[in-house]
């Protein structure tokens, strides 16, 4: 036998990229031909669901760019269930995970879990969503989501004509899930580019829903985004016209779409609508001009981000980031990198999306 491989989790590509095998084939001496691969131990990545694409893509990439550094990876998916990502992180910090990277459902429900992870020196990530009321959170890798509803806001904005004087339009609003402190910061950049607008009466929202609370949408779910839509049109619409939707993700627009839709807007009526993720069924919408824009995150990047904070925090260096001030848990202040993320519309997709490598153009023809 040429070889012997002591770690099988690892292929020869990511032993090859590691550069820290030894390789003594072709010498006789049995003990000579052995490789010792890096087993750097386990990463334990506690993702919040597979009901949407973006978080299986997160996973397989940390996975990916995990195993090329040497790391084993746990990666678990608790269902947007709290309870079972809760106890899928308590068995991670049982098993002595060296790292936990964590893309919190409820942002709140980690601290008692987190802080068994703190006792047993366990560094923890949070991913994309800030995990709050906890000290033991160390570092923050996410977009920058005040941005995102900037980008939303400004998208209706543009679309309507308003800065033309166009109007007045009426326009209702969704926001996330309000155990995601994502979803506060989309909010609030949205509002922070629509409130001039509504003030001044140019944009109108008929409901009279226009609290964060009140337009919340519980666990990003898009049926429940259908079903609120289809209320407010027949209460509040009649024979007006819905001009505009706030919708803060891809899930939930393609809700909306389907309410309006059987509200029998169709062509040109249907109502200028947001998202964010770029998920393939959206931007086939998009290029078909039913849901009108999206945000796209780069989730290579972000899974990159997480995986050289995780490395660093790990063989003792210090991971990069670029804000210290906005990202407050309620406990500490979280060291953060903000990634950039990009308004992708019918005018955009091709380039960025599919010469930018993250769709083909097959994947968005079927
Ligand atoms: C947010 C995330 C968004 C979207 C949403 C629903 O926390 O930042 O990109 O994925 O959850 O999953």
């Known amino acids: 036998m040429p070889f012997a491989i002591r770690n099988v989790g690892l292929s020869w590509l990511s032993l090859a990229l590691v550069g820290t095998v030894l390789v003594t084939a072709g010498c006789s001496d049995s003990a000579a031909d052995t490789i010792a691969a890096p087993d750097r131990g386990v990463v334990g990545l506690a993702m919040p669901t597979k009901g949407s694409a973006r978080w299986i893509g997160d996973g397989e990439n940390m996975v990916r760019q995990f195993t090329l550094l040497g790391y084993r990876t746990d990666l678990q998916y ?22 936990l990277v964590v893309g919190a459902i409820n942002g709140s429900a980690l601290k008692d879990v987190l802080a068994k992870a703190a006792a047993a020196d366990i560094p923890v990530i949070s991913y994309d969503r800030l995990i709050r009321d906890s000290a033991n959170v160390d570092y923050y890798a996410t ?21 033309r004087g166009r109007g007045p339009f009426n326009l209702e609003l969704f926001a996330g899930s309000a155990d995601d402190n994502n979803a506060t910061f989309f909010f609030n950049g949205a509002m922070s580019v629509l409130r001039p607008y509504l003030g001044r009466g140019r944009l109108v929202v008929r409901s009279g829903q226009t609290s964060f609370a009140a337009v919340a949408t519980p ?7 259908r079903q609120r839509m289809a209320r407010i049109l027949a209460s509040s619409y009649g024979s007006a016209r819905l001009d505009a939707v706030l919708s803060p993700y891809d899930g939930i627009s393609r809700g909306i779409l389907e309410a309006v839709k059987a ?104």
């Open 263 to 366: 509200a029998g807007y169709r062509g040109s009526r249907l109502p200028v609508l947001t998202g964010q993720d770029a998920e393939l069924d959206s931007v086939k919408l998009i290029a078909d001009g039913q849901q009108g824009q999206t945000v796209y995150k780069d989730t290579r990047e972000l899974a990159k981000v997480a995986v050289q904070m995780t490395n660093s925090l790990l063989t003792g260096g210090t991971p990069e980031v670029n804000d210290t001030e906005q990202y407050d848990n309620g406990v500490k202040t979280v060291p953060t990198f903000l990634l950039q993320p990009v308004n992708v519309d019918r005018s955009n997709y091709q380039r960025v999306l599919v010469e930018g490598g993250y769709y083909t153009a097959d994947q968005l023809a079927a």
């Open 219 to 225: 666990r990003w779910d898009g049926a429940v985004a």
């Open 78 to 99: 608790a269902d947007d269930d709290v309870q079972t990502q809760i106890d899928q992180i308590d068995a991670m910090v049982e098993r002595g995970d060296k790292a």
């Open 143 to 163: 977009f920058d989501n005040y941005r995102v509803g900037v980008l939303q806001g400004a998208y209706i904005v543009d679309t309507l004509g308003l800065k």
